[in-house]
C-alpha cells in the first residue's frame, strides 16, 4: 500500500499526510472520491504512528542572537556590498522571523524605516497566505549596536542597491526586489535573490563561525532563532504567533515549550539554581 510504502522509505506521518491530502486534490480535479477518513485507511496511518512514533525529525538548529552575532561577525566588510547585503539579509529574516521564499522575495517598497521605532515590513504571500492577503511585521531597532540592528544594516545596503543597474530613479523602483544577486566581480545584478543562496548564506555563515551540528543550520534557523529567543525572553504565545504568523498555535508552542521546561519548574524551588548552594 501507498502509505507503508512511504512510511518504509523515512517519510514521517505528518509529511505522509500532506501526501494524501495532495493525491485527494488530484482526485477531486479529476471528478473522483477518495475517502481519507475511510475506517482501512485510519487503521493503517494509526499502525504507521504506534510503529514509527509521531515525534518530528530533528528542526533546524535556532539562530539566536549570540549565534547570530558569530554568523554576522564571519561576513565580509559592511563597508563592501556582499558584506552589506548579507547583514540585512540575516538580521531582517531573523528579526521578522521570515521564512526564507519571504525573505528573498522582498521588494524595496515592502520595507518601510519608522522613525523612532524601526521597520514596518510587508510579507505580501506566505506559506499562510498563498491569496496574497498580505501580513504586516514590525521590527525594533537596536541602535545601541549599530552592528547588530536590523535598520542600520538595512540602510547601509540600500546605499548600495539604490544605485544598482535596475535602479531608474522613478516610483517604479518600489517593486524591484531587494535582494539581488552580484557578480563574482562584486557587482550588484537586477536579478531577484533566489531562496536556495539564504539557505546557502545561513549555513555557510554557520559553518564559517564554527558553530557545533552546523549542519543543522537552514533557512529556517533565523525564523526558528527568532521564536526561540522571543520564548526565552518570556514572549507569550500570542505575541510570538504574531511576529512568525504562525496559524497553528502547536506549532508556535514547539519554540515556546523548551523555555517553559525550565520557566516555574518546581525542582527549581527544591535545589534551587546551580551556584545557589555554599
Known sequence: MYAVRCADHGLTVASLRVHLAAIQAAHRLAGVALDLRHPRLIMVLEGIARDKGTRPRQKAAAAGPEVLRLMLATRPSPTTALGARDRALLLLGF???LRRSELAGLSLGDVTPVPGRGLR???RRSKTDQCGAGQEVAV?????????CPLATLEAWLAFRRKGPDITGGASDEERPLFVGMSKAGLLTSQMLSDKAVWRLVKGAAEAAGLEGWE?????SLR????TAAGEAGADLAQVMRQTRHRSADVALGYLRPADLWRNN??????GEPGDGG
Open 266 to 271: 518546581p525542582t527549581k524551588g527544591i535545589w
Open 224 to 227: 526558528a532563532g527568532l521564536a
Open 121 to 123: 515590513i510587508l510579507v
Open 140 to 148: 525594533w531597532a537596536n541602535p545601541k549596536e549599530p552592528g547588530f
Open 95 to 97: 528579526g521578522a522571523a
Open 216 to 220: 543543522r543550520f537552514s533557512g529556517h
